[in-house]
C-alpha cells in the first residue's frame, strides 16, 4: 500500500523532438498517476513534445535558458523552484540537465536524484565540445550528485564507466514503445503511398530521425544510391528535425546522387505510426545509438529492419533483421537490397518475429514498471 503519491520531478534539457524527449513523454503516459504525481520542468524550450506532455495532464515549466551558456543565478532559480515544489525524486535527462539540474536538485536538498544517460559513447567526432566536457564534467561528479544512474543500453552503461562514471550507480532499463500506436496497418501501407504519389507497389526504405552527425543522413544516402541500381523503383521517406528543402547539406547529398525523384523529405511529422507501419524496410545508419527509438517502433509495427552495429541496436533487432558496421554504404545498401528482394512471404515473417520481439520485452508499461520499481526503492515507499 502507498502512504501518498510519489512526487517525481523531471528536468530535461529541451522539449524538442527527439529520443529522450519522446521516451520521457512515452514514460509519463505509461505511469500510474495515482501512485506518482510527475511534473516536467524544460531548462531552455518547449518544443513539439511541449503539447503532447501537457496532453496528458502533466504540468509543464519552461525555464527559457539559453542552450550552452547556463548561468549561476539559472542554476540558484531553478534551485529555489524544486525546494519550494519538494519533489521525493528529481530525474534529469541528458547530460546538460543532468549537471543543471543534478546540482540544483543537490543544493536544494533531501531530494533524490536520478541521472538519465542517453549516449552509447561520447566524442568530438560526433558530439558538441561543450557536450563533451559537460559529460566529463559529470563523470567527475557521479559519485556525488547523483543517487542512481539509468542507462537506456548496455553499451552506454560501459563507455561511460570507461569515462570515470561512478560503476556502483548504474542499472540499465531500456527503451519502450507504445504497441496500442505502434502496430502493423495495412491502410498505412496504402494511404502513405497514394499521399506521396506513388503506386501502391512502390517498396519504401525509410529513416527516420533528426538531421545530426550523428545519424549519419550521408552514408544513408550513399547506400541509397546503390539500393536503387538495384531496386529502380524503391522510395526513400527521411522526417525528422531540419528533414527539409531549405537543409542545403541534405539537398546536395540527395542531388549528388542523382536521387531527387526518389527521395521524400517531410520533417516532423505527427503521423510516425503511419509512416512507421507503411515502411517495408526501417534503416538506422547511426555512427553513435544508446537504444533506437526509431528501430523500436518500425519493429513494433513488423517492419524488418538494418541497422549499424552502435549502442545496443544489434542487441534490440537481433535475428529479425539486419547488422552492419557504421559509415560502410556498400554494406548497408546490401542489406537493405536483401530484404527488399525476399519473397514477401519471408520478410513478412521477419516483421511477425521482429513486432513479436518488442511485446516480449519492450513494451511500454513493463519499461514504465521498472522506472516505478526504481522511484520506490529511492524513496523506500
Known sequence: MYSRQIKIIHVITGLSTGGAEMMLYKLLSAMDRVKYNCEVISLTDTGEVFEKISDLGVPVISL???????????LWKLK??????SPDVVQTWLYHSDLIGGLAAKIAGDIQILWNIRQARIDTEIYKVTTVYTAKVCAMLSKWIPDKIISCSQTALQ?????????????????????????????AVISVRKELGLPSETPLVGLFAR???????????????????????????????????????LIAWIEENNL????????????????????????SSSLDEGFPN????????AVPCVVTNVGDSASLVGETGRIVEPGDPHSLSMSI???????????EKLGILAKQRIEKDFSIKFIANQYEAVYRELTNK
Not at 294 to 301: F, L, N, Q, S, V
Open 80 to 85: 529555489n523552484l524544486l525546494k519550494k515544489k
Open 337 to 347: 537490397i536483401e530484404l527488399l528482394q525476399l519473397a514477401p512471404k519471408y520478410r
Open 159 to 187: 563507455s561511460h564507466m570507461e569515462l570515470g562514471y561512478a560503476e556502483e550507480k548504474f542499472l540499465v532499463i531500456p527503451n519502450g514503445f507504445d504497441l496500442s500506436l505502434y502496430k502493423p496497418d495495412f491502410g
Open 260 to 283: 531527387e525523384k526518389y527521395f521524400h523529405l517531410l520533417g516532423i511529422r505527427k503521423d510516425i505510426p503511419r509512416l512507421a507501419a507503411s515502411l517495408d524496410v526501417a534503416v
Open 211 to 249: 538531421f545530426h552527425p550523428q545519424k549519419d543522413h550521408h552514408n544513408f544516402i550513399a547506400a541509397a544510391a546503390l539500393v536503387h541500381d538495384a531496386v529502380p523503383s524503391a522510395h526513400f521517406i527521411l522526417c525528422g528535425s531540419n528533414i527539409s528543402d531549405n537543409n542545403s547539406q
Open 294 to 301: 526509431a528501430i523500436g517502433e518500425a519493429m513494433a509495427c
Open 64 to 74: 527559457g535558458m539559453k542552450r550552452g551558456r547556463p548561468h549561476p543565478v539559472q
